[in-house]
């Protein structure tokens, strides 16, 4: 069993940043597929981004250039730096990664962008 626990979430205006933070219960350090999703309300869970562990990112069009995920392999913590933050980014924000074939998720950190 893995656990996840994200941070970082908050109200933040239009144009500001925030820093998420997914903490694991394991060691990261070989695991693949790692990335970060989100569910605004009334709408399907989306991806967000993901890190290989050879550091390798991918973004979702709708965030890229604004996000950043990076990892730390010696604490087991996944980032989610945003910058420009958006309305439209408004949803709650769940890391996931993928371990000896069982997919695990974080309970979910709120983050809210006013307009």
């Known amino acids: 069993q893995v656990q996840l626990v994200e941070s970082g979430g908050g109200l933040v205006q239009a144009g500001g940043s925030l820093r998420l933070s997914c903490t694991a219960s394991?060691?990261?350090?070989?695991?693949?597929?790692i990335g970060w999703y989100r569910q605004a309300p009334g709408k399907q869970r989306e991806w967000v981004a993901s890190?290989?562990?050879?550091?390798?990112?991918d973004y979702a069009d709708s965030v890229k250039g604004r996000f950043t995920i990076s990892r730390d392999n010696a604490n087991n913590i996944i980032y989610l730096q945003m910058n420009s933050l958006k309305p439209e980014d408004t949803a709650v924000y769940f890391c996931?990664?993928?371990?000896?074939?069982?997919?695990?998720w974080g309970q979910g950190t709120q983050v809210t962008v006013s307009s």
């Open positions: 996931r990664l993928v371990k000896n074939g069982m997919i695990y």
């Open positions: 890190i290989t562990n050879g550091l390798k990112t």
């Open positions: 394991a060691r990261i350090f070989t695991l693949n597929q």
